[in-house]
């Protein structure tokens, strides 16, 4: 086939795989709408039904008590031969039944109402994070489709591209997981904030306010904890002090390891960071804080001491935990399937900079990471 076929046919078929990969994002991004709002309808019913719930509570607390006093009082008037007083006394006490009877039944239906609605938002919390994740996959195959299909631009062009691709794939997979990791903690614990300020009004309309205080404290401590994963992730993003070297953001992710794992984590820096360009900066950074959180939250480390050394040629950085420890290539071989993208987006960190990263582990011994950067005097 000529060439001039071969690539008229090429663009044919790049273009219906954009039209079709268009049609795609379109459509999961319309099904992402649609469960964001039954999603926003879910939180809302349960909200309300939590309410409910909690005054079923209330009133049937209320209720036994009072069927236990007219149990009391049946006791008593049939004890006192007024047979009056007796019907009376059993009358009431068989109504006050009925009534506790009806909360409780009240409290089953709306306790099973409760954990279907707890069940469909985890479904739809399920789906949104699954629909976020296939729709990246096809923002990104789309992005690759787009690039030239032609070979003949030179090995820059090529290895710009290859760059480009590179760091597309690494800021979708970070997207992912930081999605997740926002989920499941500040997030819940937002949430989980709502529904302890709900309860500490219900112990203020009950007079109980030496509960409803301890329910406000124990919510400003949940609060706060909240306010400090949040900063956390603020710093994962955009690590503060990078520009003038390596020492303060190094200090920092310390500290704030320290505060929320209470791990300890020591570092020693030899050589001038400043030197090194911003990029080098804050992929070494980047890679260093990423091999710290696994083994703070993956290792259940104790102790992570951080050595990096800065000399005329290369650039050597280690750290090393006393976790739990893994296998490396089982974790690799199963990081696509468990969306965990720690191992690979370090490796891919270090590809982007001329470097490389060797992960030494094994299960009950720890791990031991690597980062090896060649110099020059560009960086």
């Not at 008229?8 to 992402?32: F, G, T, V």
């Not at 997207?175 to 926002?182: E, P």
Request: include cysteine.
């Amino acid at each position: 086939m000529p060439p001039d076929d071969l690539s008229q046919k090429l663009k044919e078929i790049q273009d219906k795989m954009s039209e079709a990969l268009h049609y795609s994002i379109d459509s999961i991004s319309a099904l992402r709408e649609e469960e964001r709002e039954r999603l926003f309808e879910v939180r809302n019913r349960k909200e309300e039904l939590l309410r409910e719930l909690n005054e079923v509570i209330v009133a049937a607390d209320k209720a036994e008590s009072e069927y236990r006093r007219s149990r009391e009082e049946l006791l008593f008037a049939s004890r006192s031969g007024n047979e009056k007083r007796e019907k009376d006394a059993y009358e009431r006490a068989m109504h006050l039944m009925k009534i506790r009877g009806a909360f409780e039944e009240r409290e089953k239906l709306l306790a099973r109402q409760r954990d279907d609605l707890a069940r469909e938002e985890r479904r739809i919390e399920k789906l949104l994070a699954r629909s976020e994740e296939m729709g990246n996959r096809f923002r990104v195959a789309l992005n690759l489709l787009t690039m030239s299909l032609e070979g003949d631009t030179g090995n820059a062009a090529s290895g710009t591209e290859s760059g480009l691709l590179a760091g597309m794939l690494l800021a979708e997979r970070e997207s992912i997981s930081l999605a997740r990791d926002l989920h499941d903690g500040p997030i819940q614990k937002f949430a989980s904030v709502g529904l302890m300020i709900d309860l500490s009004k219900e112990f203020l309309d009950r007079g109980d306010f030496t509960r409803a205080g301890e329910e406000l404290s124990r919510t400003r401590a949940h609060l706060a904890d909240a306010l400090g994963e949040v900063r956390s992730f603020l710093f994962q993003l955009n690590p503060s002090g990078l520009k003038d070297g390596l020492h303060t953001p190094l200090g920092r992710l310390a500290s704030q390891v320290r505060s929320f794992s209470g791990c300890d984590v020591r570092f020693t820096l030899e050589g001038r960071a400043d030197v090194l360009s911003l990029q080098v900066r804050t992929a070494v950074f980047k890679i260093v804080q990423q091999a710290v959180m696994n083994a703070v939250r993956g290792g259940k480390a104790k102790f992570v001491r951080i050595m990096i050394g800065i000399g005329a040629d290369v650039l050597r950085a280690k750290v090393v935990d006393d976790g739990v420890g893994f296998d490396v290539d089982k974790e690799r071989e199963l990081a696509e399937e468990r969306g965990a993208w720690g191992l690979v987006n370090m490796e891919e960190r270090a590809r982007m900079i001329g470097g490389g990263v060797s992960i030494m582990s094994e299960p009950g011994r720890g791990t031991t990471v690597l980062l090896e950067v060649p110099l020059s005097k560009k960086v």
